[in-house]
């Protein structure tokens, strides 16, 4: 494997010093862009994209192309491990993720098997291995899931969800099922992960979308406690290198504490959080990711410039910062000021390290 020449990334994942603080954006690949749009359209659909290594290697380089970003992420999807478990994921135009068949029943539930990571998401790791060949070693490439809750949501409710009316239902009356379910979520991602470590990921996310809709005692139960599990049993070392775990919780903030003492490396923070507070409860643990608010990007040039530097003077001096936004970039953000945002960080964070 190529020497990997900007390892800025995994550095702050794990609080060693680097030069300027590292950034990359949560779906960074994605429909803001016009050349992902008209690769898309050329694929066909969503899917086809994702299960097509080159088309796959192709979208994931693409945000690399523009910007000097410090991290490459697997494109992807959370919703392919529930896809290998035979639930049928669709994309129905403008309205997000379905599925053919939902699992609403214990007797549904105990159907399910975990996916042989290689056999039946075997695309997620060719494509893993397409992309590590083609950065050859230009920035870290990080391999993600969905947590088990998070997974579970969409798989009970069949798609994306407001109020969470079906999940919430089992987890109160049926919460056996609903463990049983997270059980078999658990040790798919898991192997999953483990699975993407060793095609060529370098550094794995969790993410948690969903684990904030929760009230504190199900967020333990539910939610934490697996992805407790998984980071357990991860694959932490490969290449001869710590591969840096990182857990992101949306709405999580009030649960840093719990949730720096699964063992994982980082915690992603979204922009409810002050990341000066984070880092004064849990920054001698373990690093942060974030947290700029994604819409400060539908603002000028000279807003974007002034919220970086509110944030890195948020975070302060010294190491364990991986600047990124507090969730995912928006479609409708203009690629200009994804660029401003990204130099920004660059420039202004010199005088932090
Ligand atoms: O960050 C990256 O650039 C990597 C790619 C990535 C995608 N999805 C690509 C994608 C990642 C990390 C995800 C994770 C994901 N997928 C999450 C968790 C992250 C988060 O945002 O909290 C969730 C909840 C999903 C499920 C999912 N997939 C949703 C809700 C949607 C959006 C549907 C919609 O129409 O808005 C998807 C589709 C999806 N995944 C797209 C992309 C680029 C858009 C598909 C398209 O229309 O081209």
Redesign the pocket.
Known sequence: MAELKNDRLLKALLREPVDVTPVW???????YLPE??AL?KEAGD?MS?CQNPEFACEV?LQ?LERFPLDAA???????TIPDAMGLGLY?ET????RFKQPVRTPADIERLSAPDPEKDLGYVMDAVRVIRRELNGRVPLIG?S?SPW?LAT?MVEGG?SKDFRLVKAMMYDQPQALHQLLTVLAESVTAYLNAQIQAGAQAV?I?D??GGVLSPDCYQAFSLNYMQKIVSGLIREHEGRRVPVIL?T?NGGQWLEWMAETGTDALGLDWTTNISDARNRIGGKVALQGNMDPSVLYASPQRIRQEVGKILQQFGSGDGHVFNLG??IH?FVEPEKAAVFVHAVHELSQDYH
Do not use: C, V
């Not at 954006?25 to 429909?31: H, K, P, S, V």
């Not at 992420?73 to 919703?79: Q, T």
């Open positions: 954006m949560m779906r960074q690949a994605g429909r992902y749009r898309r969503f994209l994931t945000p992420i697997l494109f992807s999807d959370i919703l994309f403008g309205e997000g993720p993600f969905g998070t969409y994306s996310q993410f979308t969903w992101f949306k969730h995912g479609q």
